[in-house]
């Protein structure tokens, strides 16, 4: 059980747009930033977002995230079959004085 | 270009001992955060801790339930971070990653661990 919530898998068309959800509470997404990974099958997490909506160098404007109170969004727009991957969230939690991700969203471009 | 090498992975007994090495290049992770975060076989992420590499040893976190068994340790001169792991379990059989950053910003390609008899 994830401290953060995410959906389990979503799936959208290419082309369309898609936003991934993080749940967590004052503990963590709350009072702390947020950050997004990608990861592909047998491959390490990428960086996509940090500090709740700063995309690293390299990282297209396609993808952008936010924070409202205690959840945290990832969105995807002009959705390409080279999106569909692993998602997660991941956030400092202060009263674990841990880093905690959310148990990740599969994306299934169709 | 940062660069991050884990090393170390294999099989062990439960109740083993393993260490891994991430060898870092491309910067210096003298008093900068670094991760290890591992993932068990088709699940999901879960962080073990991080270390603030600094000349005379430097502060640590670890996740709760890893505390105690797992010890992460760096040495600046040689731009490696370290993971001792003890009375491994199956359980603890995944994928260990390194990374910058205490949530990971720059990731190794991982190593694998499996715990077995």
């Known amino acids: 059980q994830s401290v953060l919530t995410q959906p389990p898998s979503l799936s959208a068309a290419p082309g369309q747009k898609v936003t991934i959800s993080c749940s967590g509470s004052?503990?963590?997404?709350?009072?702390?930033?947020v950050s997004w990974y990608q990861q592909f099958p047998g491959t390490a997490p990428k960086l996509l977002i940090s500090e709740n909506n700063k995309r690293p160098s390299g990282i297209p404007d396609r993808f952008s995230g936010s924070k409202s109170d205690t959840s945290a969004t990832l969105g995807i727009t002009g959705l390409q079959a080279g999106d569909e991957a692993d998602y997660y969230c991941?956030?400092?939690?202060?009263?674990?004085?841990?880093?905690?991700f959310g148990g990740g969203t599969k994306l299934t471009v169709l | 270009e940062v660069r991050l090498v884990e090393s170390g992975g294999g099989f062990v007994k439960p109740g083993g001992s393993l260490r891994l090495s991430c060898a870092a290049s491309g910067f210096s992770f003298n008093n900068v955060w670094m991760s290890w975060v591992r993932q068990t076989p088709g699940k999901g992420l879960e962080w073990v801790g991080r270390l603030k590499s600094q000349p005379n040893g430097g502060p640590t976190d670890y996740a709760a339930p890893l505390k105690g068994r797992f010890i992460i340790s760096g040495d600046a001169s040689k731009n490696t971070l370290y993971l001792q792991m003890d009375n491994l379990q199956a359980e603890d059989t995944a994928v260990y990653f390194c990374?910058?950053?205490?949530?990971?910003?720059?990731w190794g390609q991982g190593t694998l661990v499996t715990v077995s008899s």
């Open positions: 991941g956030t400092w939690d202060s009263s674990l004085s841990a880093w905690v």
């Open positions: 990374a910058t950053g205490t949530g990971g910003i720059k």
């Open positions: 004052s503990s963590n997404i709350g009072n702390n930033y």
